[in-house]
C-alpha cells in the first residue's frame, strides 16, 4: 500500500535550518511528481512547493521562495525540503503528498504522509 | 496567484441533512479543482479531483460540480463521520492555492 513518511520536524531557533524527509513506499516513487503543504496550528491548509518526476520543473510559495529548497532523490525513493533561514511564521506541520497527474491527469494530491511538527521559536 | 474565496467558514448540521460547501475563484481554472476533507489531527484525505470525479473508495453520497470559476461540493445525507473540515484546492497553475476551509459541525 501507498505509504508516505515524513521525518526531521522539531525545535530550532528562528535563522536556523532544518532538513525534512519523506520516505515513499508502495508505489514506483519515479512516476509521480510530489508536493509539500504545510498547516500552521488551528490555521488552514498552505502549499509550500512542488517537483516533478525527475526533478527539473521546481515551484515555491512566495512565503518560502529564496529560503526553502525542495528536492528528491528517485533511488532512494525520497523527498526532501531543506529550509532555510526559519521564521516564527514557519512553525506547522508539514506534509508531502502525492500528485498522480503524470498517470492519471489532473488528480490532485491522493496520498498525504502523517506530517511532521516544526517549531520554530527561542 | 489564483485567489479562492471558500464559504461558508462554519456550517452546522445534523446526521441525514444535504450539505453544500462553495469554492469561488478569481479566475477560471477549467476543473481544475479538488476538494479534501480533514479530521482533527489527521492529514487531508482527497474526496474529489477534476472537480466531479469522485476519489476511489470515496462514499457516493460526496459530490462535486462546477467548472470555470465557481464550484461546489454536496454531500447528500450527512452521517457521523463526515463532520470535519473541507477544503477546497486549485492545481490549474502555480502557486497552487487551497480554500480558507469550511468546518462542517453537529446542530
Known amino acids: 500500500q501507498v505509504q508516505l513518511v515524513e521525518s526531521g520536524g522539531g525545535l530550532v531557533k528562528p535563522g536556523g535550518s532544518l532538513r525534512l524527509s519523506c520516505a515513499a513506499s508502495?508505489?514506483?516513487?519515479?512516476?509521480?511528481?510530489m508536493s509539500w503543504i504545510r498547516q500552521a496550528p488551528g490555521k488552514g491548509l498552505e502549499w509550500v512547493s512542488y517537483?516533478?518526476?525527475?526533478?527539473?520543473?521546481?515551484y515555491y510559495a512566495d512565503s518560502v521562495k529564496g529560503r526553502f529548497t525542495i528536492s528528491r532523490d528517485n533511488a532512494k525513493n525520497s523527498l526532501y525540503l531543506q529550509m532555510n533561514s526559519l521564521r516564527a511564521e514557519d512553525t506547522a506541520v508539514y506534509y508531502c503528498?502525492?500528485?498522480?497527474?503524470?498517470?492519471?491527469?489532473?488528480?490532485?494530491?491522493?496520498?498525504w504522509g502523517q506530517g511532521t511538527l516544526v517549531t520554530v521559536s527561542s | 496567484a489564483i485567489w479562492m474565496t471558500q464559504s461558508p467558514s462554519l456550517l452546522s448540521a445534523s446526521t441525514g441533512d444535504r450539505v453544500t460547501i462553495s469554492c469561488r475563484m478569481s479566475q477560471g481554472i477549467s476543473s481544475y479543482l479538488a476538494w479534501y476533507q480533514q479530521k482533527p489531527g489527521k492529514a487531508p484525505e482527497l474526496l474529489i479531483y477534476a472537480a466531479s470525479t469522485l476519489q476511489s473508495g470515496v462514499p457516493s453520497r460526496f459530490s462535486g460540480s462546477g467548472s470555470g470559476t465557481d464550484f461546489t461540493l454536496t454531500i447528500s445525507c450527512l452521517q457521523s463521520e463526515d463532520f470535519a473540515t473541507y477544503y477546497c484546492q486549485q492545481y490549474y497553475s502555480f502557486p497552487y492555492t487551497f480554500g480558507q476551509g469550511t468546518k462542517l459541525e453537529i446542530k
Open positions: 503528498a502525492r500528485d498522480p497527474s503524470l498517470v492519471v491527469p489532473a488528480a490532485g494530491l491522493d496520498y
Open positions: 508502495g508505489f514506483t516513487f519515479s512516476d509521480y511528481y
Open positions: 517537483i516533478s518526476s525527475s526533478g527539473s520543473t521546481i
